[in-house]
Each structure stands twice: as structure tokens, then as C-alpha cells.
């Protein structure tokens, strides 16, 4: 029984490479759209761009603009990780009729998403009611996202 499941944990994480390969690959043309200087990142971080894109987690700053090297906003952080969890099609789809915090109204763009992760525990504001969905998104506050949102607790 042990080695049934050792296999079939071999058999999950190729395919689960095997596809993530296809989706790099099959992005590769969408990547290349964007005239900006992501090809003057590395070779790894232009294959997560792929990953990314090809999966429709990130599709650019603009039409033309993938700026890899840019800084973030907290609200456009609180769409990624939406994203990653919900996939777009169903975070396209999320509705809100409010946000905790006060500068965030419920019809600014980035309102479903700062509700969910904030309703999820993701992300919190100020302790006064705020987020501050302009300002810039620190990559230690991002990588606290992400840990978060796989289940850590945010109080650590």
C-alpha cells in the first residue's frame, strides 16, 4: 500500500510539471507580445512570466507592458492572490457590496478583491479602518500573502 501511494505521488507531481511545462510553453507568444523589458530578467523569472500568463494569473501592467521589475500596489497584490486561489474566471465573477475598510469603496475596481482576501484573513489593514490600496506592496508583506493564503496563520 505504501508504495501504491508513493507511485501515484510520483505519477500527480510529473503531470503536475509535465503541465505546468505546457502552459509555459503555450504562453510563450503572449509573453513575447509585451515590448517592456521582460526579457532583460533572467532566464528563470521569464519562465514563471510564462507560467503566470499562460494561466491567466497576470496578463500585464497594459496592453504592451509586462514590467516584471515594477513595484505592485497593495489592491493589484489583493487581485493576484484572488486569482491564484479562485482562478480568474471565478474571481471575475466575485460581487461586493462593501469593504471593511473606509478607503475602499465598493465600486472602486479592486473592491471584490480586497473583500475576499481581507474576509479570508489574507490581508488586513491598519487596525484604524484603513488598507491604503495605492501604496506600494512590500515583497516581504506580499510573501506573508502567500503564506496566508496556503494556510499559515498570520499572527506568526
Known amino acids: ?3 501504491l501511494k508513493k507511485t501515484l ?4 507531481v ?3 510539471v509535465l503541465g505546468l511545462c505546457v502552459v509555459g510553453a503555450s504562453a510563450k507568444d503572449k509573453v513575447e507580445s509585451f515590448t517592456d523589458d521582460y ?3 533572467g532566464a528563470a523569472y521569464q519562465e514563471a512570466m510564462g507560467v503566470l500568463v499562460g494561466v491567466g494569473i497576470i496578463d500585464g501592467m497594459t496592453e504592451t507592458a509586462l514590467e516584471p521589475q515594477g513595484t505592485y500596489t497593495r ?4 487581485k493576484i492572490i484572488t486569482y491564484m486561489l479562485m482562478g480568474p474566471e471565478n474571481a471575475e465573477k466575485l460581487g461586493v457590496s462593501g469593504t471593511k475598510f473606509s478607503d475602499v469603496a465598493a465600486d472602486r475596481w479592486s ?3 480586497v ?3 481581507a474576509n479570508m484573513g489574507i490581508l488586513a489593514g491598519d487596525g484604524q479602518g484603513h488598507f491604503f490600496p495605492e501604496g506600494k506592496q512590500t515583497g516581504a508583506a506580499f510573501a506573508k500573502m502567500l503564506l496566508v493564503a496556503l494556510g499559515y ?3 506568526i
Request: proline residues 8%; charged residues 15%.
Open 75 to 78: 489592491e493589484q497584490a489583493a
Open 153 to 155: 496563520d498570520p499572527a
Open 111 to 113: 473592491a471584490p478583491y
Open 1 to 3: 500500500m505504501r508504495t
Open 115 to 117: 473583500a475576499y482576501c
Open 14 to 16: 510529473v503531470a503536475m
Open 9 to 12: 505521488s510520483l505519477v500527480l
Open 39 to 41: 526579457q532583460k530578467v
